[in-house]
Each structure stands twice: as C-alpha cells, then as structure tokens.
C-alpha cells in the first residue's frame, strides 16, 4: 500500500516541479506513513529508462531530495512503499520494479501469492528478486505483453485477468515502458480504508486527506505542456477524478491519452 506520482511533459521535469515545492513537501510527508522505501524511474532521451529505489524513508534519506529536485526526464514515477505486513522492507522488495525497459509501481495489496505465482510461466519466476505480491504482478504484465506483442494488449489481457482471480484486491500501478505511461486504477472492492490503516490512526478524522474513504483513489491533470497522475493525499484544487475501474496510456511523445477496454471478451464474442 502506497503512494505515486507519475508524469509526461513536454521536456526534461524535476519530480518535485510537477507539483511544485509546497505541494510535493506535502506529498512527501506521506512518507510518515509509506516510509517503508521510496522510488523513482525516468525516461530520458540519451539513457533509456533508469531507476533508483532506497529501502529507507523518503523523509529522511537525502538522497531522494537530490534527486527529486533534478529534471531527470521528460516522463517518470515516483512511489512512496508502506510495506505489506510480513513482506521485508528490503531492497529487493522495493519500488519500482525494473527489467530495463520497463519500470512498475504497484500501490495495493494481491493475495494469495501463491495464485499469483500460478499466473507466471517458469520464465518468469525466474526473474522474481523479492518476496512480494507486487512484483509478481509486474512479471506477469510483462508476460502478457511479451505473449501478446503489444503494450495495450498485453497490459489489458493481464488485467482481465487480475481482476476475475483477484476481484478485492487494489491493482492501482503504474507503468513506464519506452512509449508510454500506463496508469491503471482498478480497486472498487478493495477495502478503503484498508484495516491495516484503520489501525494506525484513533478516527477517521485523523488519518492524512481522503484517506479513510478514497485510500485508493488517483487524480489527473492536464495542462499545456504535462499530464500528472496522482494518489490520494493532497488537499489542491485544478486535479479530475480518475474514472473508477479504469486503465489508460499516455503517449511519451505526443502527451495523448488512450484508455483500454477492460471488459471481458465474452465467449464467442
């Protein structure tokens, strides 16, 4: 469970200018929660896609505020780990997940994962380095677009799959592969809050915004020159809803914006 950012401009963009210093120091200081780790992945023209993650706390680790203030690409993610009871706050757990090209982000919480694990071909499961739910779920998108042959295609078809094996769960992520940034808010029978949160906090009143009921929401804007997608945590005018149960692909280049069809294809459909 956790917390991301995502965007697309025109041109190189320091994480921390998408928001803006005031806004981003709020939305790092979710960290005092989702301190278990922290993540960035960027695309830029000369050095593909690159990725740094820490299993210590953006709020404390100095490097995060270097390098969230650098415009390091024109298209990138930042994630914020609260970490899964039981799961290990460990390197090798935290995100975002990479193979190279690609680079994934997951705020939710999938189980059982053994199941997940029956969705993966040997191959990759091979590839698995941590121990948790969410980068199984990585794998397998990359499988479905690897069987598929396209992004869209194999990002829906891994989708259509995750919500009919795992309907409670919360497949909020997002994707950055060469292309595009794929941001997917699929969690309309996750619980929100989640327990785990509910615990934390004497009322409701009390947990950070829109926490206790729209834990799992994400925003977006457009402007001129960016799309920003967000989760839920600041309290700003200028952001729209994300439609629930949705996914959609924002074009590197061009900015444009294509939503997937994530309806099941019917037999004989």
Known sequence: MCRLLGYVASHPTAPADVLGE????????????????????????????????????????PRYAELTRQPLG?????????ATGGLPVVPENTHPFTDGTYAFAHNG?????PLLDELL?????????GS???????????QCIDETGSEAMGVTRALRTMTTEFPGASLNALLLTPD?????????????????????????????????TEYYAMDYRITPTAVHVISSGLDEPGWTRVPPDSAAMIDLRTRELARLDLQPVRPGG
Do not use: C
Not at 32 to 45: F, K, T, V, Y
Not at 121 to 129: D, F, G, I, Q, V
Not at 189 to 204: E, F, K, N, Q, V
């Open 121 to 129: 071909t040997a191959e990759s499961r091979a590839k698995l380095k």
């Open 74 to 82: 024109a298209a990138g993610l930042v994630h914020l780990r609260w």
């Open 180 to 212: 595009t940034l794929i941001a997917i808010h699929i969690n309309s029978r996750a619980d929100s809050p989640p327990r785990a949160l509910s615990a934390l906090y004497p009322s409701d009143a009390d947990m950070p915004h829109r926490h206790a």
């Open 109 to 113: 919480h999938i189980q059982p994962i």
């Open 22 to 61: 005031p806004a981003f120091d709020a939305f790092t200081s979710l960290a005092a929660l989702h301190g278990d780790g922290w993540g960035l992945a960027w695309r830029s023209a000369d050095a593909g896609t690159r990725v740094v993650s820490s299993p210590d706390s953006a709020a404390r680790d």
């Open 132 to 142: 948790t739910d969410s980068e199984r779920y990585f794998r397998f998108v990359l």
